[in-house]
């Protein structure tokens, strides 16, 4: 099974340790991205995994693709052209003391990219699932037209489709996120989504859920993921559950729908004291991902996908260096943290 994801990859400059941006006289220097930590973790799982975007021919652009192929990810639909790279400023958090991202990506080289710079038939030649997520049409009025291409040139070669609906409020309004993606919407097959996402995108608001207090509600996350079915024809839809007692501990689960058995399953939840919780999102999709092309059973897979986020919390950097094994072996001891020698 091969697996596309399309996005952008960005530099990451980020304060050493928990310091604050520019305490200190430097910044650690990494490579990131939604999409690009998908791609990233599913190579690590053992799939087939191809990462596509538009980046600068420059020792900056192919340092970013090395970075990539180090995981095994296969690079060789990227393009290249004119634009700079993006890239975004990171203070971790720590305590009552919120982490802050700044984003720096106008003019960046995928979000300048045009039409007819992408030949979906050769894209998609042997690709079996496409993924990408809410913030490409973000980015640029031409990156929303690119996806929309990319979705229909995609459901007519019978590629499954997943999407993280991805809400950066830095990058868009509310207001034209849902023009935009509700009709990227129709397209999908797995939409994965948290309680910020599944509102300011769609208009769909879990009953009596309060995300600033972390109360959890599963008939209502439970209800949220029958609306995204039930409006755009999803086969799944997977929720990550967020409790944030604070910026250094989280309470961490995730529920999976099945809409075609009409039943959602939740999966354990880990107080997880964090390292690095950029990209744990990313890293649940891509256990969601992994565990429906492996076949697993539902319960299974939001299950492996939640441990598998879980640890990223604990790696600094935004991919995932874990494998599927390391994700089982969690699973199996429950997390005591006991040195496997």
């Known amino acids: 099974m091969n697996v596309l994801s399309f996005g952008e990859i960005l530099l990451r400059l980020s304060a050493p ?29 053992g799939i087939n995994s191809y990462f596509l975007t538009k980046l600068p021919n420059s020792d900056v652009g192919r340092a970013a693709v090395n970075s990539l192929r180090y995981f095994g990810v296969d690079t060789s639909k990227i393009i290249y052209g004119n634009g700079r790279m993006g ?66 040139a995609a459901k007519a070669k019978n590629i499954t ?18 023009e935009v993606m509700t009709a990227l919407m129709p397209y999908v097959d797995v939409c994965i989504a948290n309680e910020e996402d599944a509102e300011k995108v769609l208009g769909i608001k879990a009953p009596d859920n309060d995300v600033e207090s972390g109360k959890l509600n599963h008939s209502g996350y439970e209800f949220v ?22 910026a250094s501990r989280n ?65 600094e950097g935004d991919f995932n260096r874990t494998s599927a094994e390391d994700v089982e072996n969690l699973l199996k001891s429950g997390g005591n943290g006991r040195v496997l020698r």
């Open 87 to 152: 890239l975004y400023y990171l203070e971790k958090g720590a305590s009552q003391r919120p982490s802050k991202v700044i984003y720096d990506r106008e003019y960046s080289a995928v979000a300048l990219a045009d039409l007819d710079e992408f030949n979906w038939d050769e894209i998609f030649d042997g690709i079996d699932w496409f993924h990408w997520t809410g913030i490409n049409p973000a980015l640029s009025d031409n990156l929303a037209q690119i996806c929309l291409e990319a979705c229909k």
């Open 251 to 315: 309470g961490w689960s995730a529920m999976l729908y099945d809409s075609n058995e009409n039943k959602a399953y939740f999966s354990n939840k880990y107080d997880i004291q964090i390292i690095d919780r950029v990209g744990g999102g990313d890293s649940f999709t891509a256990g969601i991902i992994y565990s429906l092309i492996t076949g697993k059973g539902n319960q299974e897979a939001v299950e492996f996908a939640a441990a598998a986020s879980c640890l990223k919390h604990t790696i």
């Open 161 to 178: 489709v997943s999407c993280d609906l991805n809400y950066r409020k830095k990058l868009w309004s509310s207001e034209k996120a849902r």
């Open 225 to 246: 993921a029958k609306e995204i079915c039930g409006r755009y024809g999803c086969g799944y839809a997977a929720v990550t559950l967020r409790e944030s007692y604070s």
């Open 17 to 45: 340790g928990y310091n604050r941006l520019f305490q200190k006289d430097s910044l650690d220097a990494t490579f990131c991205g939604g999409e690009a930590n998908v791609a990233v973790s599913l190579s690590n799982f």
